[in-house]
Every structure is written in structure tokens, then in C-alpha cells.
């Protein structure tokens, strides 16, 4: 039986700064109390990962973002199937939204975790600011997963106060 919170990190490590959704996902692993949380890493969301949300509480994807501001934004999702010529690379959204149409009834709050990413090139290492960013979002999934409740979730936002 699944737990009942999944932190899911999707980015690829080869990418420069598309690997903080995995990164943050280490951390999680090596540093957070995951006795009621499963932990998911993917290079992509497919269509496939609906399934990975049946049985859930409370769902939290992390990700690389150019568009969030930094150093990360926290932003609870509402289904939405996003029209695309391909199944894959999809957004947390339309996996919510696929969850939805496959008769699983209303998937669980799920929540977005975009950190602040500026280079994306392949065989490209962290870059310093992306580095820094996710300094900032370890300290604050910390937070969040010490009291994972979607009320509480939604009431958190960056606060100058948790930049390290």
C-alpha cells in the first residue's frame, strides 16, 4: 500500500540545472523523515504517472522552473489536460487531470515545487545560482514535510525569513 504522501522530483542530472527536481529528492532521501512519505524520480511526468497518485493524501512535485521566481515558488495545481502532440513531458496538472479521466475519481491536493533554474544544456554542471536556490527550497521542504497537511501547505509561502 502506498504511504500517503509522495514527493516526486522529475529533472535529468545531465541537464545543468533541470536536475534540482532530482537533487531535491536527494535530500528528501538523506535528510527528512520519510517513514510516511514515498519518494518518486523520473527524467519526465508521462501519462503513466496518474497511477502513481491513487491512494495518496497529499502529492508534491519539484521541478526546475525558468519562469517561478527565485529562488522557488510553492503553487497548489487544479487538473488540467494540456493539449500536446506527444504523451510525455507532461505537467504535474494533466497527470492530475489523467488521473481524473481514467475513473479514479478526484486525484489528491498535489502541490508544485518550482525552483529557480537559468541553464539547461546538456553535460552542464549546477549553476551557482541554481545552487543557492535549492539551498533555500531544501530548508523549506524541511518545513513542509514536517507537517504534511494541505492546509498547512497552503497557508506556506517563501518568506524571507526562511532564506538561509
Request: aromatic share 8%; glycine share 4%; proline share 8%.
Amino acid at each position: 500500500m502506498p504511504k500517503p504522501v509522495l514527493v516526486f522530483g522529475y529533472g535529468n542530472l545531465s541537464r545543468g540545472d533541470d536536475a534540482l527536481g532530482p537533487l531535491l529528492i536527494d535530500y528528501v532521501q538523506e535528510r527528512c523523515d520519510t517513514e510516511a512519505i514515498d519518494i518518486l524520480t523520473d527524467f519526465q511526468l508521462q501519462i503513466e504517472h496518474a497511477l502513481d497518485l491513487e491512494h495518496r493524501e497529499l502529492v508534491l512535485f519539484a521541478d526546475a522552473s525558468v519562469a517561478c521566481e527565485a529562488p522557488f515558488e510553492l503553487n497548489e495545481l487544479e487538473p488540467a489536460l494540456e493539449i500536446a502532440y506527444t504523451t510525455h513531458a507532461l505537467h504535474p496538472a494533466s497527470v492530475m487531470a489523467v488521473f481524473q479521466s481514467i475513473g479514479k475519481g478526484p486525484p489528491p491536493p498535489c502541490f508544485l515545487l518550482a525552483i529557480k533554474g537559468e541553464t539547461f544544456e546538456l553535460g552542464e554542471n549546477l549553476s551557482p545560482n541554481a545552487e543557492r536556490h535549492l539551498r533555500h527550497a531544501e530548508s523549506f521542504i524541511e518545513e513542509l514535510l514536517q507537517n504534511p497537511h494541505p492546509a498547512v501547505w497552503r497557508s506556506k509561502k517563501f518568506k524571507e525569513s526562511t532564506v538561509i
